[in-house]
């Protein structure tokens, strides 16, 4: 195929081709399933195939225009034209031998999985022409229990139309990416049906002290975009990389979490909901010690691999899934982390000289002390009310939030644990953050 590569078929070195995300499930099928750690199967499109469709529908012209002059920090004309350039791609139509390879790659891993109309997520994978191993993590969208043909044509055009939108536009501009040398590649992948059993993410260090000798592994029920959006808190797991790699049960800490909603697919409403978590279930915890030792075991070679790929010590991000008709568990992606990672190892000192009222109280997150008027907001489209140097309240993030969470001397999420969005983001831009403060 032309404009189509099975992951089995890419590696780290197809990042141009394929983006980061897509190239990494690739080189874990191919390199790391001999070891026995379990990747569902997929597709990419290629970044030469969203070039050949902007080229089809004559959309550079239009994109170029509409993004000329504009001021990534004017959140209404922002708004406009990322709304235009989506509506844009939207209405574009497939080259047709574009949307026959998508239809017969669809058809091959539905066959392959012995169903008429395989359920798959579609996730976005951009790369930048001349920089290819820039990062646009949390830039675009992914869309999951996307089922048949017709519907899946339809989210790949979502996928390459989110490539726009207004966080990602803003992002680019910061970041000072040309908006015409960064494509986009959508992933295809096998549905795994964590909604009817556990989902989770997994980081190779410590998230909070950045310390390396231990595997941290959260777990909820449902899908697991509740752990990353923060609207939940799961449970926690700890477990000795050295112990466990000498043979040894290793888990030596964990934490039952409220585990309040569960994603899943309604398939009488046709989409995903999220429902209250019964009691009993909130009140044990989703993974069983054998299951959380596997996947601190595939977590380590997963590292271990990357490390070697790179070296140097690569530290990895983990999101894996367990389906509930099998039992099985899956890894769905991993990249490496890039928070504690990238930090030197400096030893500094907070002191609290003076105390208050205890207000809330949750998990904290980072290492540091911050003092500021509180400001809750519902919405990030409050934007206009937050001012420099406050601290932001609201019950959960996502990408969305990202410039009134840059501006915030703290951050208080009502939800989430310590791998939600609120907590990451907080540690990227080094400011102290409380989640889970219900």
Do not use: C
């Not at 050295?242 to 934490?255: D, F, I, M, Q, S």
């Not at 207000?359 to 290492?367: F, Q, T």
């Not at 309240?393 to 915030?408: G, S």
């Amino acid at each position: 195929m032309r404009w189509i590569r099975f992951f089995h078929e890419v590696g780290l070195e197809d990042v141009p081709l394929v983006g980061g995300k897509n190239a990494s499930l690739g080189e874990m099928i191919r390199e790391l399933s001999p070891l026995g750690v379990k990747v569902p199967g997929g597709f990419a499109t290629t970044s030469e195939a969203y070039w050949y469709f902007l080229e089809a529908n004559g959309l550079k012209e239009a994109i170029a225009q509409e993004l000329k002059d504009l001021d990534p920090d004017d959140p209404i004309l922002l708004a406009r034209a990322s709304r235009r350039l989506r509506n844009l791609i939207l209405k574009g139509e497939y080259p047709e031998d574009l949307e026959e390879e998508i239809r017969q790659a669809y058809r091959t891993l539905s066959q392959e999985a012995g169903e008429e109309a395989l359920p798959v997520a579609v996730r976005s994978s951009a790369t930048a022409e001349d920089l290819p191993t820039a990062s646009f993590a949390g830039q675009q969208e992914s869309y999951l229990y996307v089922q048949g043909e017709e519907e899946l044509l339809l989210h790949v055009k979502r996928a390459m139309a989110s490539l726009f939108t207004a966080r990602a536009i803003s992002y680019r501009a910061h970041m000072g990416f040309d908006h015409l040398k960064v494509a986009l590649s959508v992933g295809v992948q096998r549905m795994v049906r964590a909604d009817t059993a556990t989902s989770g993410v997994i980081f190779t260090l410590d998230p909070d002290t950045g310390h390396r000798g231990f595997v941290y592994i959260t777990a909820i029920y449902g899908l697991g975009e509740n752990i990353v959006q923060g609207r939940v808190g799961p449970d926690a797991y700890y477990v000795h990389k050295e112990t466990l790699k000498a043979g040894y049960r290793a888990l030596v800490h964990k934490k039952l979490g409220p585990k309040e909603l569960t994603l899943a697919f309604d398939p009488k409403e046709g989409r995903l909901r999220n429902r209250p978590t019964p009691p009993y279930l909130r009140n044990q915890f989703a993974l069983s010690e054998d299951e959380a030792l596997l996947l601190a075991d595939w977590s380590i070679k997963i590292e271990e691999h990357y490390s070697g790929k790179r070296g140097t010590p690569t530290p990895m991000d983990i999101e894996w899934a367990k389906d509930g008709p099998t039992g099985e568990l899956f890894i769905l992606q991993a990249r490496p982390e890039t928070v504690h990672s990238q930090k030197a190892p400096v030893l500094r000192i907070h002191r609290l000289l003076e105390r208050g009222e205890v207000l809330a109280e949750g998990l904290a997150v980072g290492e540091a002390i911050a003092t500021g008027r509180a400001r809750v907001l519902k919405d990030p489209r409050e934007m206009d009310r937050f001012q420099e140097g406050e601290v932001l309240v609201t019950e959960t993030t996502n990408p969305d939030w990202e410039p009134i969470m840059k501006r915030a001397a703290a951050i208080v999420t009502e939800r989430g644990g310590r791998t939600s969005h609120a907590a990451i983001v907080a540690r990227e831009l080094g400011v102290p953050a409380v989640v889970g403060a219900l």
